[in-house]
């Protein structure tokens, strides 16, 4: 008989072995799942371990070509014009050169509908996209955390992570420990209060099971408009 985990939206093959002393997991080259385990191992032992190692599998799986970020969020051209989104409004790019007269030219700064870009940070820009959200995203995830960690009857880490989570929008650990994808920050607020949401109960229920998506809709009753937003539109960001 063929033995599977399942966590969250993963599934893991389970592969025994009698020389095996320890669990372990993998992600093959075609991105499916493994958890090697021994013969007499208990699948909620692979269950939690696997739970403790999710940020490390989705950054696996965001790895492999075909279903990587590239694949899932837009990749932006540092060209005049471009569109880019900051808490859920649009802007559109203008670059800018510095001048060496005069005071430090910033990396990035947003003036009425335009994001402001250096000119010779083209070559990093997705670099410097990525840290200037991530500063944003710590004082902001953090107080939203802080507010619904109430309402959802929850007790996380005392400080949110913020970071690439390859296709996801954020993930939790069984330590309490919330971690959300910097590109949050592109979101409109209402749909980052679903994401926050979200990963708060799953320190409840680490599954999507009918108990959790009860304890979502009753912390947020307009939790499914802000879930098929997120759906339909948050990779065109």
């Not at 997705?126 to 009857?153: D, F, G, M, Q």
């Amino acid at each position: 008989m063929i033995e599977t985990i399942c966590v969250d939206d993963l599934t893991f093959l389970v592969k025994r072995s009698v020389r095996r002393k320890t669990i372990g997991l993998t992600v093959e080259r075609d991105a499916s799942l493994v958890a090697h385990l021994p013969s007499d191992a208990d699948l909620d032992q692979a269950r939690e371990l696997i739970q403790t190692r999710m940020i490390w599998i989705h950054q696996k799986l965001a790895g492999h070509k075909g279903i990587g970020r590239e694949t899932v969020f837009r990749q932006p051209e540092f060209i005049d014009g471009e569109g880019f989104h900051f808490l859920g409004k649009h802007f559109r790019l203008k670059l800018v050169d510095t001048d060496p007269d005069g005071p430090p030219t910033p990396t990035i700064r947003f003036e009425g509908d335009r994001l402001l870009f250096r000119r010779d940070q083209i070559q990093s820009g997705n670099k410097r996209i990525e840290e200037y959200y991530t500063r944003a995203a710590h004082p902001y995830l953090n107080e939203l955390v802080n507010r619904w960690k109430e309402i959802v009857r929850v007790k996380p880490r005392k400080y949110v992570q913020i970071m690439d989570l390859g296709f996801r929008w954020g993930s939790c650990s069984p330590n309490g420990t919330v971690n959300f994808h910097w590109r949050s920050m592109q979101l409109p607020p209402q749909v980052i209060e679903y994401v926050v949401v979200h990963e708060l109960v799953h320190l409840k229920y680490s599954d999507h099971s009918e108990a959790f998506w009860s304890e979502v809709r009753r912390v947020m009753p307009s939790y499914a408009d802000r879930k098929e937003w997120l759906r339909s539109r948050g990779g065109d960001l």
